[in-house]
């Protein structure tokens, strides 16, 4: 029987990146009924809402979905699509592997870098709970629950135990952030307590970006409040390669968004140029999720030869190649 998946193709580079994902995601044979939904600004523009009825009905029977990135009005009125559906959904965990690829040409292309980051992924500042006090004061409340904690911790450390993962890293600031930073490294600490096998360390937020920058091999799993995991996604994504490469998964107890770490890419938007790779390896991971881990292990293969034969890679990561021949490139290795 076809498995359903809600496809939201996105704004900007979204629908290039998502259509590529598909082509290849096909080419693996996996039988896939997509259900094509619009969100973002172009479901602004069409039905005059980011956020139509429909995406989270769909998802609601799917479970399953894949995304492209959205845009947010910066500053306006509207709640961050993203933000919606990870709660809405409960999606708490944003699991995002950094793994540098063959043949890719980085500052840290002899480093072996294996790390992946869980992102705490419904609340922190990104509660969007903010007011004016008076004018030109305002106040933006970061909320951590003990809840929402150890779901993270413990979503990090069964992952650890299934995969044979040595080491947890919690990251944070409770230096400063005394009672909301301080009961999130709580949590960790207690779930830590229950998984002895694990290496368990903490790092402030400040010198864990220095030594993912120095030594980013030392690290192996690291698990951060929602601020944090957003900003150390991208750097860490910046060490393999840029946000043409990182995948990610949206994950809850009842269903699944995957998703690239990176945005809508308005500079490169329309032209033919966006690395599809990042939403590529994010469907390998939807496909093992689905329970096609040997169709998920053959479209990740095709993406590694791909990369070690630099065949057709696009601008981002050096070469002169577009979505298309790219994409091509992996459907041919496959
Ligand atoms: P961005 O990730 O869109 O772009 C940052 C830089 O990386 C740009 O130079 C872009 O060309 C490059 N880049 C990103 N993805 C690429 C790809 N696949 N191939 C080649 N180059 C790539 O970040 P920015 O500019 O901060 O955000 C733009 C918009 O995206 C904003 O509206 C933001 O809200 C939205 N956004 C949406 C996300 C989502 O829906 N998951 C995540 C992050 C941002």
């Known amino acids: 029987?076809?498995?359903?998946?809600?496809?939201?193709?996105?704004?900007?580079?979204?629908?290039?990146?998502?259509?590529?994902?598909?082509?290849?995601?096909?080419?693996?044979?996996?039988?896939?009924?997509?259900e094509r939904v619009q969100a973002g600004l172009g479901a602004l523009a069409e039905y005059g809402q980011l956020l139509p009825d429909d995406v989270l009905a769909s998802l609601e029977i799917t479970r399953i979905?894949?995304?492209g990135p959205t845009a947010t009005p910066i500053a306006g009125g509207h709640q961050s699509i993203n933000v919606a559906l990870r709660k809405k959904l409960g999606l708490y965990t944003n699991f995002r592997p950094v793994r540098m690829l063959p043949g890719l040409?980085?500052?840290?292309?002899?480093?072996?870098l294996d790390l992946a980051i869980f992102r705490e992924n419904t609340e922190d500042l990104y509660a969007g709970l903010e007011h004016e006090i008076v004018p030109g004061v305002v106040e933006s409340l970061k909320i951590i629950t003990r809840n929402a904690s150890m779901k993270i911790a413990r979503a990090t450390f069964e992952y650890a135990r299934r995969e044979g993962r040595g080491k947890v890293t919690a990251i944070h600031k409770a230096?400063?952030?005394k009672l909301s930073d301080g009961l999130f490294l709580k949590c960790c600490?207690?779930?830590?307590?229950?998984?002895?096998?694990?290496?368990?360390?903490?790092l402030i937020v400040d010198n864990a970006c220095?030594?993912?920058?120095?030594?980013?091999?030392?690290?192996?799993?690291?698990?951060?409040?929602n601020l944090y995991g957003d900003i150390i996604s991208d750097l860490a994504a910046g060490l393999v390669g840029g946000l043409g490469i990182v995948p990610g998964a949206n994950i809850g107890d009842n269903h699944a968004i995957f998703e690239a770490v990176h945005g809508t890419a308005p500079d490169i938007a329309g032209k033919g140029l966006a690395n599809p790779t990042a939403l590529m390896q994010s469907a390998v991971l939807m496909l093992a999720h689905m329970g096609e881990r040997e169709a998920a292990g053959r479209l990740q293969r095709a993406i590694e030869e791909v990369y070690r034969h630099?065949?057709?890679?696009?601008?981002?990561?050096g070469g002169t190649g577009t979505t298309s021949q790219f994409t091509e490139a992996v459907i041919r290795r496959m």
Not at 310 to 317: H, I
């Open 175 to 177: 230096n400063i952030m």
């Open 1 to 34: 029987m076809a498995h359903l998946v809600t496809l939201i193709p996105g704004d900007g580079i979204g629908p290039e990146v998502a259509d590529a994902t598909v082509r290849a995601v096909e080419a693996t044979g996996v039988e896939i009924e997509w």
């Open 65 to 67: 979905g894949l995304k």
């Open 310 to 317: 630099r065949e057709c890679l696009t601008g981002d990561v």
């Open 210 to 225: 220095m030594q993912l920058v120095m030594r980013p091999e030392t690290f192996d799993l690291l698990v951060l409040p």
């Open 105 to 112: 040409k980085t500052r840290y292309q002899d480093v072996p």
């Open 189 to 202: 600490r207690d779930v830590a307590s229950q998984f002895p096998e694990t290496q368990y360390n903490e």
